[in-house]
């Protein structure tokens, strides 16, 4: 097993590198002044502008500029913005609400996308069956936005129920109506998917065999049909909770939620590039992180893979 890690770990080295180096090219390589505006509506003196430049390694290649950039982020450091904030505190004060977001939105489209598809694969072609597939053909066609702006009109203004917005605070409690519109569409991709592997495995020899050795309906499904049938949606939550982060910029806009959404939404405006870079190289970190844990979790799950 710690072979298997080892070997997982060692390859993720090219795949970052590969990826922070594509996405700072695109950052600061692309046509465009960022110093502008910066000077207010005249343009900057040309003394300021060699000044920046030299202060923030602008006037050498970007390639140079990438492998500073990377020399510093071995330290934790992000850079800093035109006007001196650290972008790594920007990112401590906006990440943690991001990920709770992210966190409830996984807990929920789990927890109810599970126990949709274990339902409905179970009895296909029922009325369970019918009910979820038709739920979840509505939650695939319906965007995001209008998810979350009818939750909002409904239960925040309309009924009371919940704030319209989230307080700078964010508890794991304000977070749950967001969270739903932010997993809404995945939750139904879960329920699709885990419902079709549930239906193919109850097909499958194994099945057959612990039903034959007398085995209760209960260890069947719970130990048997349903450990086989986590792999693949094991798999799409990993890559979907990279997803929920970067997708959230939606629905923090929708509920005004101070997450890492509106910073890239600020940071663009403004053109910051260096908050931009940061933010997206702090997700593909968790992208890389995450997707270690499914491959381990695969492992757990099926010996075999390891093995191969």
């Known amino acids: 097993m710690g072979r298997y890690v080892l070997r997982r770990l060692l390859q993720l080295v090219p795949v970052f590198l590969g990826t922070t180096f594509l996405i700072y090219m695109l950052v600061w390589a692309v046509p465009g ?8 509506a005249r343009a900057c003196p040309e003394s300021y502008v060699a000044a920046v430049e030299a202060e923030y390694g602008l006037d050498q290649p970007v390639i ?33 609400v991001t990920i709770r977001l992210a966190i409830m939105a996984l807990l929920i489209q789990s927890v109810i996308g599970l126990t949709a598809g274990v339902l409905s694969g ?14 979840t053909l509505f939650l695939v066609a319906v965007p995001v936005f209008v998810t979350g702006y009818v939750l909002q009109t409904v239960l925040g203004l309309r009924l009371g129920i919940i704030s319209p917005t989230v307080s700078s605070s ?49 260890r069947v499904v719970g130990v048997h049909l349903l450990r086989n049938s986590a792999i693949p949606v094991v798999t799409f939550l990993g890559a979907d909770f990279g997803s929920l982060m970067a997708g959230a910029i939606v629905t923090e806009g929708i509920f005004n939620i101070r997450g890492i959404g509106g910073l890239v939404f600020e940071a663009i405006q403004s053109v910051e590039g260096v908050i931009v870079t940061g933010v997206v190289v702090l997700l593909v970190l968790v992208y890389l992180l995450v997707n270690l844990l499914v ?3 695969y492992a757990l799950l099926d010996p075999r893979i390891r093995l191969d």
């Open 33 to 40: 002044d960022p110093l502008a505006g910066k000077c207010g």
């Open 170 to 218: 964010a508890s794991w409690s304000e977070l749950i109506v967001p969270g739903y519109v932010l997993g809404s569409l995945s939750m139904a991709y879960v329920a699709r998917l885990t419902r079709t592997s549930i239906a193919e495995n109850m097909r499958a020899d194994y099945v057959r065999t612990a039903v034959a050795k007398g085995l209760s309906r209960r």
């Open 295 to 297: 491959d381990v979790a």
């Open 64 to 96: 140079i500029q990438y492998f500073n950039y990377l020399g510093n982020l071995l330290t934790g450091d992000f850079g800093q913005t035109f006007s001196g904030i650290s972008v790594s505190e920007l990112i401590a004060d906006a990440y943690p």
């Open 122 to 135: 179970l009895r296909p072609g029922g009325y369970v069956d019918n009910v979820v597939l038709a739920s």
